[in-house]
């Protein structure tokens, strides 16, 4: 039995837990000790209840405590006026009528009340309704399992009122370990069709019939098949069906059989608890009784030597229940087991109950703990516990971080239309539009040299051509830059008449795609043949180097897309997708921004819609903001932010500011606050970027980044110096370093060069490196099998 | 100027694309994430309007000329279209005109060309007329000095008593519009420019005074008319000489009239039959028949119309420089349309360098010459599409970072083209390192360096060696790139096109490459239910692969090669192993799986010859692919390699893509119906290991089951059948298929088919919506009975 216990047990310390702080301290580690009773719940606040435990732990139900026998009266006057308005309402007397049914059939079934499996289905009882009973209801809680006992007892021994009590048990298992069989046994009498050797039973059957003045009605179901590849679509629709069955008449208690005489270490019945679990779901476990059929067959050991028969049923459940943790992939769960056998030969006790091998007579057994299956299971609903009793992986303990999810909020900057960058360099070039001619047609001409001309040249004249073409370049750059932004702002006059004006591209096919590397034939680039559109809509295929073997490895879409709705609004999106038979994975930002102008003053407003998937979770954030144009070169941004995660919501907002010091400077600054969940966390960030004198042609850049976030009072500090610089010409150079005050940090090197092609060098040293390694391991594993021969 | 540029990059990166976005400024495209894009900047060439004029027919208005007009059969009357785009043929056309002034020509395009409009736009002030308002007023009335605003033009046919629209084409001949600043002398010049084309018998400008003081203009006119004519021809007269007026002496005697009229008409049909057919297609003309038929005479109006659809078949063809030059043999039974189509007379292919000059480039010219096509070569009429197509064909070499051709007037050849390719070549040597340390903190509690060896990647190119597009590229990644540990990855690559010479039109293209790759065993996976219970198993292969590609069309192409393969197989932890796993209750691994490996060690050395010849007629249909395809791939091996592996595996697909209806071919019309029918066949002989048994299932094989769900067998059969319905411009579709092992899943050593429950057979069906080149379907796993939702790239056949 010590499965019940700890079921019940699991079941209220995961009930305990969630309500600690009415409960106080919880010593339930104890519990499976006889000596707890039910009458006690060891940790009541009131002292009163304190001053009851000595008296409690003599364990004897009969002698009552003096205490409670004096309020009695009291309480049932109480109890009395109140059951009368409050007994379709109040959940509490529900579970009061509950457990007098309870108590009853204790008696019935020849139990004592001293049993741990009663007391631990009082104590369950009295715990859910300490649980749900308010403040002011507590004492009436507390004294009610005495007096409810006492009226069990009346009404027992008197049979009035009759007992309403009924059962509706779902039976399920593979075919032939001997459902009908065992409802039968139940019954004393053949009331469905058995067969030893084939699948008797073909569609779900509803058998119904008393047993001790209880109403049972079995739901006997067709047998499932031994799982195979071919099987899974018969035990599918088998089990659909069951499951409309039951959806519209749902049993209290499960059975789920297996024939214990069967021996597989590897359980390859596991795909078809698995299947349970995926169309029955995974809460149709926590009513669920493990029943062993053919019990008595005698058993033996894994090794064919006979083992004790108590170890023997626990080695034999414990692989059951295995699989149906692995199923419902969740370890806390614990099914109570019971032994069966209805082979007419079997051992049967003076009373002509069969009696199994360990001695005990199983079919009270059997009834019994279906009542207190349904028992429990109608206590859980009726306080609608089960809702809160998650199976499977909790999720509760998947939160999101908050200092993460705020810095995230801080970076993510909404997009205010159009190029971005394209924007900035207009304004950047804006005022010298005007100013300046044009350096690059000032220039003296050159004579562009040929080819053999440049190689008479000496080594310095080279470098200065060089260099000169260089410097002219970056003129011409420069200049082609300002026309381009020249058309740019014409044409923005003008695009007030033509936003219609397109041009009708001809379909041409795209150049096929080269795809990555293989062993295997050509990539079949048929595939991923396209017409060139002019959509706006970009897309495509992530790759994923660990893909499957023989196949390409495009695993994901990616998505881009900007749309111009109207002059001033515009919207964008991008994001990556991956849908497959098991897995959906998304990570997308979608983007919203409506400028207005008034005046001199260009104000943006923006929304932004995140969704990125975490697990099996998503995270959902939607944030808006806006961007004013306070004065020249300086813009201010509020951000409001809302991020949704596991049923959790996280409220922030920021402020930012920006600041363009004279052309090369560029100043951000942002503060913010997220909270959620009880927490809160602050966070901000400084920038500074020294542009380079050739910007934006040249990207040369000097940046420097302090963020903070605190949480929890706790301070992160993070800096970082990002640099680009051009060391030569053809060669760029970006270093980056980041630390924070936990002094971890990482420095990042990037070197591109058009003209040395010596740093490609460093690869052949590793490949040559490689190589060494490689033929060393060789050797030694060639070494290791002669070693072995 | 129209010119044809494609601008765009291509980055290497793991993502790989096709796109082609279109946006309206060729600038310098850097997404980091765009690996392959193509920024097409192809504005389609506008030519804004036909202007019609006319030269020397003109004197058929004056008083001088008598009835002999009549029958002027070699009288001409000139058609010029001009467009921005075309203004350098105005040289080309000064030459021309039946005895006209070459000069007129001269004053229209300089009239016409919006340049001259947009300078005097700008001119801040204006006069008011000084005028009484309301009233109309002669031209030469008006006042030479004075700068006038014009606030309307109208257009007055005389014989028909109406107003002309202001979009006819007549507005376009006359470069005054409303609101421009001109004076007396312009205004008298466009009036005569009018007067001497040809189209009027005669023109008058009248001036309306407005109360603000600007003024409006009415042009009120009597167009020409000649007799009737019947049919239609129209013949190329490009690179023709246009024939030398021969000079006409005012005292000649009506028979020298007659005389000389005779001759030019002679000569004229002598220049008819010896003019190259043009291409307008017979519907075309006959609709021309018709529009002339309908007439009672033909009027100058009626000629721009035909002149007007002439170039807009030619212009919705792509023939970009065709042009209606003149109308010949008026007056007669059949009128001549003359069109200068714009042969390409020569290519110019020239580099330039990143400042836009001139320079010699390091491309050798071959290289490009191939990649022109047929009809962009001198000899061919220029056509756009064809120009389009050079730019991608030559931008797709990658050699490049930017293309442009622009086609100019040939001034030595009348109504030649020259075609001009500029090329800006890209960085020839590009090499890129990076490296990354971490830091902690270190001993004494300061910020120290987690180790001195860097991690990081490398990567390099050379490409165009010696010119002839020879690519050497190479990149190294590793977590530690001074003593690379077992993440090592590689690749190599040296490719040579242009195998058996760059002027052999049969194009080889040889490639060799080593690299590794690390994938997932589709062979070792759990069957339904058991997904979890079977550890994944990692397939790392290495080795050296070279082939021969030899592309017989776009499409269709062969393959031959080497392969020399080493193939590690490993668990989840990296660590070598030697047969399939499967985890036990208690959580451990149980190793006694089907052998992973044919040596049985888990490490296998390979040699093997590998072919594929891919027979591809497949084509779009407004987006629909239709067609079939049949690919044929075949591995010997060569019994080189551990324990000698002598096999034969050999696949053959077929595709058939059939279109249900006719549709007509053009953009906007709906695709086809298509229903596409699928067999492949697979088959084994020989020393098979697991790792190249093949798989069933998978978005590639069975669709609505995962890689390698069904099973790994020595043979296989996969049969479907999908139907297309064409909705808006995209597709549903609607798909069955079926993969079977054959029985022969039980010929692969250990039977990974059965060790792992797997069916070896199974088959599905569902429904799918094609997104742009993105696949959305539902489809139905036959054999759970469940569907489930994907999501794919590409198209699965």
Known sequence: MKGFIDWVFDLSNSLASSSRPLLGTPPFSRHNEAHHTHSQAPALPEPVSRSEAPCSTSGDLEAQPPISHQNIPLESLYQSSTDLNDKKHNPLAKIGDLQVQFLRLVQRFGQSQNNILVSKVLYRVHLAMLIRAEESELKTVKLKQDRAKALAREQESSGVPELDFSLRILVLGKTGVGKSATINSIFGQSKSETDAFQPSTDRIEEVTGTVSGVKVTFIDTPGLHQPSPSSARKNRKTLMSIKRYVKK??????????????????????????????????????????????????????????????????????????????????????NPVLLVENHPSCRKNPAGEYVLPNGQVWKPQFMFLCVCTKVLGDVQSLLRFRDSIGLGQPSSTRTASLPHLLSVFLRRRLSSGGDEAEKEIDELMDSELEEEEDEYDQLPAIRILGKSRFEKLSKSQKKEYLDELDYRETLYLKKQLKEECRRRRDEKLKEEEDLTEQSDQAAVPLPDMAGPDSFDFDFPAHRYRCIATSDQWLVRPVYDPQGWDHDVGFDGINIETAVKIKKNLFASGNGQVSRDKQRFTIHSETNAAYTTTTDSRIQTFSVAADVQSSGDDLVYSFQGGTKVKTFKHNTTDFGLGLTSFGGKYYLAGKVEDSLLVGKRVKLTVNAGQMKGSGETAHGGSFEACIRGRDYPVRNEQIGVTVTALSFNRELVLNWGLQTQVRPTRDTNLDVNV??????????????????????????????????????????????DDEEEL | MSKFAINGQLILLPEVSTTNSHLPTPRKHSAPSSSHELLNNAPSPRFPSLICCCSSPNRNTEPSSSGHLLKSLGKSLFFGSISPAASQFSSTFSGGGGGGDGGLWRDLFSLATPVAVADEKHSPDWDSHGLPANIVVQLNKLSGLKKYKISDVLFFDRRSKTTAPAEDSLSEMVPIHPGEIHTKAQLQNDLETLTSSGMFEKVDLLGNTKPDGTLGLTFSFVESTWKSAERFRCINVGLMTQPKPVPTDSDMTDREMIEYYRNQEKDYKRRIDKARPCMLPGPVQREMMLMLRDQKNVSASLLRRIGDRVVKWYRDNGYA?????????????????????????????????????????????????????????????????????????IFSLNLFSNVEIIPRADEKNEGGVIVEINLREADKKSAEVSTEWNIVPGPGGAPSLESFQPGGSVSFEHKNIHGLNRTFMGSVTTSNLLNPEDDLAFKLEYVHPHLDGVYNSRNRIFKTSAFNSRKLSPVFTGGPGFEELVPPLVVDRVGLKANITENFTRQSK??????????????????????????????GTSDDGPPTTLSGTGVDRVAFLQANVTRDNTKFVNGAIVGDRTVFQVDQGLGIGSKCPFFNRHQLSLTKFIQLKRVKEGSGIPQPPVLVLHGHYGSCVGDLPSYESFAIGGPNSVRGYTMGELGAARNILELSAEIRVPVKNTHVYAFAEHGNDLGSSKDVKGNPTAAYRRMGHGSSYGLGVKLGQVRAEYAVDHNRGTGAFFLRFGERY
């Open chain 1, 249 to 334: 008449r749902p049993p209290d208690v499960v059975l789920y059989l297996d024939r214990l005489d069967m021996i597989d270490m590897r359980y390859s019945d596991s795909p078809l608890l698995s299947l349970v679990t995926d169309v029955l779901g995974a809460a149709i476990w926590l009513n669920t009784i493990l029943v062993m059929t053919h019990s008595s067959t005698a058993s033996e050991g894994r090794n064919g030597q006979s083992v004790n028969y108590e170890s023997y049923v626990g080695q034999r459940m414990d692989v059951v229940q295995h699989y149906i943790h692995q199923a419902v992939s969740d370890t806390k769960l614990e």
């Open chain 1, 738 to 783: 980041n630390m924070n005050n936990r002094k971890m940090g990482k420095i990042n090197v990037k070197l591109n060069s058009s003209e040395h092609w010596e740093i490609a060098l460093i690869s052949a040293f590793t490949l040559f490196k490689a190589l060494m390694r490689r033929k060393k391991a060789v050797s030694e594993i060639t070494n």
């Open chain 2, 321 to 393: 420089y065709a042009n209606v030059t003149n109308f010949g043999s008026l007056n007669s039974k059949e009128l001549v349309c003359e069109v200068s189509e714009g042969d390409i007379t020569r290519v110019v292919i020239q580099f330039q360098d990143k400042l836009g000059n001139v320079v010699e480039g390091h491309t050798q010219i071959p290289i490009i010459h191939r990649e022109i096509p047929k009809q962009l070569r001198p000899g061919h009429v220029l056509n756009m599409k064809a120009a389009n197509q050079a730019v991608k064909n």
């Open chain 2, 558 to 587: 062969s393959t031959y090669g080497l392969v020399l393969e080493e193939i590690t197989t490993r668990d989840g932890n990296i660590q070598i192993c030697k047969s399939g796993m499967r985890l036990l209750p208690d959580g």
